[in-house]
């Protein structure tokens, strides 16, 4: 009797142990094929942005300036001491939490941004992806940041 038990355990042990290795394996292969899944959509989606895009991003943003200071200079006026919130033009909140006047300044910054943007020829929505991508790429930057001492030196 004790070998019918031992041969019915020991086959219940390796089965066991066979489908928990067979687990186990499964288990990292799927996660090492989703991590070079992951991987390769965030290449793919790393925005490339090239010699015009870069010219156009520094024009919109050099025309966006006085607008943008004018805007903070009557905002600054209406709050008083207080300090001003950050402004996100593509973020509500930020624009709902401030007195009525200044919120009509901000949409209307807003909206003179958007349009000179697109007087530059690029979309809201790239422009806030380069915006994004300066943020995490010190080359990136630097090329912009050359472009804009140029086009002032030009002006």
Do not use: W
């Not at 004790?2 to 489908?19: D, G, W, Y």
């Not at 010699?51 to 008083?80: D, T, W």
């Not at 402004?87 to 009525?100: G, H, T």
Request: aromatic share 6%; proline share 3%; with cysteine.
């Amino acid at each position: 009797m004790k070998r019918i038990a031992n041969l019915v355990f020991q086959n219940t042990l390796e089965s066991l142990l066979t489908r928990t290795c067979l687990f186990g394996v499964m288990a990292t292969a799927s996660l090492f094929a989703s991590t070079l899944i992951f991987t390769g959509k965030a290449h793919a989606q790393t925005p490339v942005v090239n010699n015009n895009e870069i010219v156009s991003y520094a024009q919109a943003v050099l025309a966006m300036e006085p607008s943008r200071q004018q805007a903070f200079g009557e905002i600054k006026k209406l709050i008083g001491g207080r300090e001003i919130p950050q402004i996100v033009c593509n973020d509500p909140k930020s624009i709902n939490n401030l007195p009525q006047k200044a919120r009509n300044i901000a949409v209307n910054y807003c909206n003179r941004s958007q349009q000179i943007v697109e007087e530059n020829g690029l979309s809201i929505e790239r422009f806030n992806k380069i915006t994004v991508e300066i943020q995490n790429d010190n080359n990136l930057k630097r090329q912009i940041y050359n472009t804009l001492i140029r086009l002032q030196k030009k002006s």
